[in-house]
């Protein structure tokens, strides 16, 4: 897979961000002993289902939200997380 990106190595930047469970997952930050059997992980990879790309990539994609690309799968990540958790989130919501 080559969507998740190794950023910052911190956790800060959101590049390696992935679903954990269904929740936003820094990956640089997530020691593989952590994980258990079963865990469920989805890259931006795995959005797309029957060939076609999940709502909120569309969406990015429609807007021109696509920057360099680089840090793009950890945004469109971190934003299907934040309406997953808040389905009205105000802007500074959507900003933090």
């Not at 080559?2 to 954990?20: E, M, P, Q, S, V």
């Not at 929740?23 to 865990?39: A, N």
């Not at 795995?46 to 690309?69: A, I, R």
């Not at 840090?71 to 971190?78: E, L």
Request: with cysteine; charged share 25%; proline share 3%.
């Amino acid at each position: 897979m080559t969507g998740t990106k190794f950023g910052c190595g911190k956790g800060l930047c959101g590049a390696c961000t992935i679903h954990l469970n269904g929740i936003e997952t820094r990956s640089c930050q997530t020691p593989i002993d952590f994980l258990e059997e079963g865990d469920e992980i989805t890259t931006i990879e795995g959005l797309s289902k029957n060939g076609k790309m999940h709502q909120m990539q569309e969406s990015f994609k429609k807007h021109h939200g696509l920057q360099c690309g680089f840090c793009t799968p950890g945004m469109v990540m971190s934003a299907i997380d934040l309406l997953n958790h808040k389905k009205n989130p105000s802007d500074k919501e959507i900003r933090d």
